[in-house]
Structures are given as C-alpha cells and as structure tokens.
C-alpha cells in the first residue's frame, strides 16, 4: 500500500516547500522507492496558464501540455517521477469538477457543500495516485496554515489518516525561525503559533523542518519540539544555503531526514545513494570558470519568471566547471540605454519566452548586437520569433517585418498565427501545447548537440515562423536545423556563419536536470565560454 506524504507550511511563504519536498522525493528515491509528487494549489484560477509572470512566476509546462505551478519544475528537476495534469489541482479545478458534476445531477439532489463533496474530491485527487506501484505519494500544499482558501485542503488531508490509517501517513510542516538583530536572538514563537494553527485544524505534524538564515543550535530546536508536540529528534532547521538550491538535499540527509521518514512509515527502503549526488554538490562548490550571460527580457524583475531558465544555465555551467553570473536586463531598459552600454562584456545572450509587445525593439535591438559581433546566442520562444524578425529586417531588408502577434498590418508577416489557432477565443490551455516531435538536420550544430535526429519538446506558444519566408531566409544564411516530421513547421534556427546563434520554438528549459543538461544549454554555455577565453578547445566532460 502507498504511503502519503503530506507537506505543508507556516509562518511566511517562498519558505521553499517546493523545493524542499522535492529533496524529500529524490532522498526516498535514492533509497530505491518509487515516488510520485504532487502540488495542491488553494487559488481559484483553473491553472496557472492565465497568470502573469509578474505576479506568479514562471509556468511550467509539462509533456502532456499541462501549464502548471513552477514548484513542478523542482520536482522534475530533483526526482525521475512522472508528472501530468494530476500532478497539480487548484481549487479552481476542484469546484469546476464538482460543479459539474452538480449540473450531471450525480449528487441525486443532495446539497453540494464544502465538507464533505469539496473535500472528497480533493481526497480522490490525492488518492488517484496511490497506484500499487507507487510506494509513496508527496503532496506538497500551497500557501501558508491560516490562509483562508486553504482551509479545505487542509481539512481533506486530515481525513486521509482515517481514511487510510494513520501507520501510512505522515505530515511535514516547514516554517521560519527568524534571527532578530536588534535582539541577536533566534525566535521560536511564529513557528510555534503556527504549529497551534494546524492542531487546532486537526493535524499534529510528525516532522518540522525549521527554516533559518543561521543555524539555531539544538537549545531552539529542543524548544520547538517542546512546545509543538514533536520529537526532538524531528525538529529539522534547514539553514539558508550559501551556494546553490542542490545543496538542499544533502543537509537535509545530514540531519537523518530520510531515516525519519523511514521509520515512520516503515517503509522497505535500501540504503541511500547519493554518491554521484555528492560529486555533483562538489563540483557546484568549486567552479574553475565563469561566464557572464545576460538574459533580455520583460519580466525580469520577477525572480521566478524566468525559473527553469536560470536553472538550465546552472545545470550546463555544472557541466563545465564554471559559475554563471546572470546579468538581468530589462528589454525596455535596453530600448533606452542601447544594447552597447548593457552588453558590453557579456559572454553570451539569452532571449527567453514572452507574450506581448513591450520589451519587443529592446529584444531585437540585442539580437542583432550579438549577431553582429559574434556574441553566443540562444532565442527561446518569443527569443526565436525575435531572432526571425531581426533578420528579416537587418539581413532581408524588410524593414517592416514583424510577428502579426505585435503588428496586425505588417507587410512581412514573418512569425504568424498557426492556422489551427485562428479561431481559438478561449484563454487556459488553448495554445499549442506539450511535447511535440521534431525532425533535426543533419550536420546542423543542433543535430550535433543532442545527437539525435528525432526529440521531443515541450511548447507553448500560438505564432509560428511563416513558411512562406522560408526560402528567403535559408538563401540568406538562416538555416532551419529542426521541423515538425512533416516539415510545415520550422522549429529550430541557426546561423552557419556565426560561432553560436541558434534559436527553438519550444521551451528546452523544462528537460534540464541538474546531473544531465540539456544538449543545447550544455553547447551554448561552451560556446560562451570559448569567447570568455578566446580560444577554442574548451572540453565537455
Ligand atoms: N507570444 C509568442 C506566441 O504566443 C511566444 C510565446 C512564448 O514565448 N512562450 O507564440
């Protein structure tokens, strides 16, 4: 029978549950279980495809064209699970399923409420993952204890031990202890406040794991067990870690969080290996090189917009030994400062995904700088479809080439809307969505990298390179290095006379892993730092 896993949070928010359950998923993975995560989100969005970067983050987007919360990205990053649309629900979904349901009257008149047909619902999404081959589910909960919208997650996932027996289930609550300056003290009482919150609703944590900027030493965390009902020996900080997000997991081992868990569940679980993982933590902590890449965008004051981008660049700098310094830049900000004052010294540019057209001349303006002074280049979605106007204009002479996604009347349609999108009105999963094959060309730098002809990636996006170009651009030195199998759509760009500039119409960002880069981010990050040291023959290990 599964185990369940029950993670949720106290005190403030972007405490890094995700990432933390995360590290739970790969520590019982490496002790040979088979884990399946899952991310329960208390808003009423129906996903978070129609939120905006600048408030949520990023959206990830998952083989099966699912859009969901970033905190899944983590969970693929760090644990080989498979992850679809069950893996995250918003209360949205939840009441648009049983709305529906309502109105299908399989409630045979009863009155629909919260408790129980809210929360059986919940349960039964939670449940659905419990296969027989799946030794423990992880269901990580969003927001904090005490927001009012989370209350009927919270009251299902108390049910569950009823439901299921209380030997199968265990509850993790992380929180904060903040460090008072002015007092020079660690304080304990918001984590105890909020451990009250959750036993009032019910729920008696098994396991605390204490977010601190410092370490707080056994005396607090003999308190916080104390005072919370808890074993010392379950009271876990969690210390802000100096270099890297992939430290987390090994400190959490070092406190015997994975045994814990064990033992509570009694769970058949091999010794843990984390050898490699070690290594890989190793190499993080001592870098040989460093490249600065600067990353053009519109959302770039939000830390989490551009989150599995950051994370891919990290994961091929691993690759090579070397430290990547992101240089953020606002695209409108380079509208107005000009692409010689920002990138001057930069080692590589990256022009990642976007909607909309603010930021749009800033982003082309710093395309063209890198085309024509060599600079590495990698267009991601909305980068490709800048990178094709660009040449369009500066190459082609096209002078007013534009996506008709900025520009309804431009004479050069060059990125245009897919046919099949014409007539779509919705918004929320309506894109061209998820993994799609695509067919690569031989002898292009992209075949090279993943050595492959066929791959599959993840899209989101409604525009499209227009074919009706396609000659223009190939004859001009653009060459389309991959196209969907049944070559209507170009899907991948490089340029044979530059030392690094290809662009995807896809999002390689979300197939990344911290031990195995994407080819394409491992290439760029060399290519990169071949111009930092002006030689070539830099070696990939
Ligand atoms: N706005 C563009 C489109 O819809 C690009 C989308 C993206 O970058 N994800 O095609």
């Not at 790969?26 to 808003?43: C, F, I, S």
């Not at 929360?119 to 423990?136: F, M, N, R, Y």
Request: glycine letters at 8%; proline letters at 5%; one cysteine or more.
């Amino acid at each position: 029978m599964s185990r369940h896993i029950f993670v949720t949070g106290g005190v403030v928010s972007s405490l890094g549950k995700g990432l933390t359950s995360a590290s739970i998923g790969m520590l019982l993975e490496r002790r040979g279980l088979k884990v399946r995560m899952q991310k329960l989100d208390p808003y009423l969005n129906v996903d978070p495809g129609t939120m905006s970067p600048f408030q949520h983050g990023e959206v990830y987007v998952l083989d099966d064209g699912s859009e969901t919360d970033l905190d899944l990205g983590h969970y693929e990053r760090f644990t080989s699970g498979i992850l679809n649309r069950d893996s995250n629900y918003t209360t949205g979904q939840i009441y648009s399923s049983v709305i529906e349901k309502e109105r299908r009257g399989e409630y045979l008149g009863r009155t629909v409420q919260v408790v129980p047909h809210i929360t059986d619902e919940i349960k039964s999404c939670i449940l659905s993952l419990a296969t027989p081959d799946v030794d423990v589910v992880i269901t990580e909960l969003g927001g904090t204890v005490g927001d009012i919208e989370g209350l009927p997650f919270l009251e299902a996932i108390r049910q569950i031990p009823l439901d299921i027996g209380k030997e199968n289930c265990m509850f993790i609550h992380l929180t904060l202890v903040p460090y008072l300056k002015a007092a020079r003290e660690a304080k304990t009482k918001p984590t105890q406040h909020s451990v009250q919150q959750l036993r009032e609703i019910g729920i008696q944590p098994d396991i605390l794991i204490v977010r601190t900027e410092r370490p707080i030493g056994r005396e607090h965390t003999d308190k916080i067990a104390l005072f919370c009902n808890v074993e010392k020996r379950a009271v876990i900080e969690e210390v802000d870690k100096e270099f890297s997000i992939y430290e987390v997991p090994v400190g959490l081992v070092e406190h015997g969080l994975d045994e814990l868990i064990c033992r509570k569940l009694n769970l058949n679980a091999g010794p843990l290996q984390m050898e490699d993982y070690r290594q890989l933590v190793h190499r993080i902590r001592n870098p040989r090189h460093e490249v600065t890449i600067a990353v053009v965008g519109k959302y770039i004051e939000h830390r989490d917009a551009y989150k599995s981008i950051y994370e891919s660049l990290d994961h091929a700098g691993f690759a090579h030994s070397t430290q990547i310094n992101v240089k953020r830049i606002e695209a409108e900000e380079l509208e107005r400062q000009g692409p010689e004052m920002l990138l001057k010294g930069v080692d590589g540019l990256l022009v990642p995904g976007g909607f909309g057209m603010r930021g749009i001349e800033g982003k082309i303006q710093a395309i063209q700088f890198a085309r024509e002074h060599e600079i590495p280049f990698f267009g991601i979605c909305l980068g490709m479809q800048c990178a094709v106007i660009e040449f369009a204009r500066n190459v082609l002479g096209l002078s007013e080439a534009n996506s008709s996604e900025f520009s309804s009347d431009t004479p050069h349609p060059v990125i245009c809307l897919l046919e099949g999108q014409k007539t779509v009105n919705r918004k929320g999963g309506t894109m061209r969505l998820g993994a799609q094959p695509c067919v690569l060309t031989a002898g292009t730098k992209t075949q090279k990298a993943y050595g492959a002809t066929e791959i599959s990636e993840r899209h989101r996006h409604r525009y499209e390179f227009n074919p009706e170009y396609r000659r223009q651009f190939t004859s001009a030195g653009m060459e389309i290095s991959g196209a969907s199998p049944d070559g209507s759509l170009a899907e991948i760009i490089e340029l044979t006379a530059h030392p690094w500039f290809l662009a995807v119409q896809y999002h390689p960002e979300f197939k990344s892993k911290p031990h195995k880069p994407h080819p394409l981010f491992r290439d760029f990050v060399e290519a990169c730092l071949q111009r930092r040291q002006g030689r070539s023959g830099v070696t990939t290990p």
